[in-house]
């Protein structure tokens, strides 16, 4: 097969980063045609081929027989074991992360967990009778559960996901190594999580990319847990976010969302979502740092040239929102309105927005 592709591949290009990259898509296309059968105890019925991990834990109880997986499944299936065996340094936390298969994890950039730390060393709940109940949601791997922990360890730490992989990678991580004043929940946003409230910060780390538009269909057809959607986010998710989290936070209580401007740099998104969050919350601050260059280049799989990343600075950004007062929100709707159908439409628009204030 190997001498197939070769073939093929010198008559493609002779720009030496064309022909890697055809190469690469040739044998992606070959190992999607090619199968392998697994035992249920994860051993590949190929020669030299390394045991899967993950098939006992997955599938041991519920198989009969061998199972056959494609041969790209099989690298994934044994890469993320590795991942899950060993366990990933991030350098802010004191112990390993050993993500289950499914769950995202990143390694860089970090820019956005510094502006994290920082943000929480200066945080106290504004009663002093409160400890500070805090709300990771979308937890995924649980990195600012175990962050948060660090550096309020009186806090008391809900992590919340939609995808029951990430439950479970969690909860294992808690088990292993021993942690208190930590607890797991599943859940999509705030629907398992009313009782639960009200918190006094909330802290969202979602996706930094909107979902294709062809996936939306798939998405909305059943398949809202599935690991595989979870690293772009979907239309609603933000218009949900901003107009159901009051309904769950103190009076005083933070938001804050971490967000990059990555999907403007790369020309997939014309506006930033965070601007929803102005229409029903207060904006106490935004805080950004530009992403390292170096952290950004030392992953590249290929010496493409990303001319989109040369357009913006790619920056990491912390959104800090809280509740408005009703009356606030009376004054941002008549703004909207003016702005919308005429300031003729109220008179005096001034006179409108300082009395909806008062």
């Not at 820019?111 to 949601?137: A, C, I, N």
């Not at 740092?289 to 950004?317: A, C, G, I, L, Y």
């Not at 009376?330 to 927005?353: N, P, Q, T």
Request: proline share 6%; net charge neutral; glycine share 6%.
């Amino acid at each position: 097969m190997e001498n197939m592709i070769a073939k093929r591949v010198s008559f493609v290009s002779t720009d030496e980063a064309a022909t890697l990259r055809e190469r690469r898509r040739l044998l992606r296309d070959a190992a999607r045609r090619l199968f392998v059968r697994v035992q249920r105890s994860g051993e590949l019925c190929l020669e030299g081929g390394p045991a899967l991990g993950y098939v006992p834990v997955m599938y041991g109880k519920k198989s009969t027989g061998p199972l056959v997986f494609r041969a790209n499944d099989v690298t994934a299936l044994n890469v993320a074991w590795q991942f899950f065996l060993n366990g990933l340094n991030y350098s802010f936390l004191s112990h390993k992360l050993h993500p289950f298969f499914g769950v995202y994890f990143t390694l860089s950039p970090t820019e956005h967990f510094q502006l994290l730390r920082d943000w929480l060393k200066t945080w106290k709940p504004s009663s002093p009778s409160r400890d500070g109940r805090v709300l990771d949601l979308g937890t995924g791997s649980g990195v600012i559960s175990f962050l948060v922990q660090q550096l309020c360890p009186e806090a008391e730490i809900l992590a919340s996901d939609r995808c029951p992989n990430a439950v479970f990678s969690v909860t294992a991580e808690l088990q292993r190594a021993m942690i208190p004043r930590i607890r797991v929940k599943r859940s999509d946003l705030f629907e398992e999580l009313t009782e639960e409230a009200p918190f006094d910060l909330i802290i969202f780390n979602p996706p930094w990319v909107p979902e294709p538009p062809e996936r939306s269909a798939a998405t909305t057809a059943g398949t809202e847990a599935d690991v595989v959607f979870g690293n772009d986010y979907p239309p609603e998710l933000f218009p949900r976010l901003f107009a159901e989290v009051s309904e769950v936070l103190q009076p005083d209580g933070h938001l804050l969302v971490l967000f990059s401007n990555y999907a403007q740099c790369r020309g997939l998104a014309e506006r930033s979502p965070m601007e929803d969050g102005l229409r029903t919350l207060k904006l106490n601050q935004v805080q950004r740092r530009p992403v390292e260059e170096t952290d950004r280049n030392k992953h590249r799989q290929t010496r493409r040239d990303k001319s989109w990343s040369f357009k913006e600075k790619h920056q990491v950004e912390l959104w800090d929102f809280m509740k408005k007062n009703d009356r606030a929100i009376g004054s941002a709707l008549v703004l909207e309105i003016c702005a919308k159908f005429g300031a003729d439409m109220f008179g005096d628009r001034d006179f409108w927005c300082q009395n909806a204030a008062k």
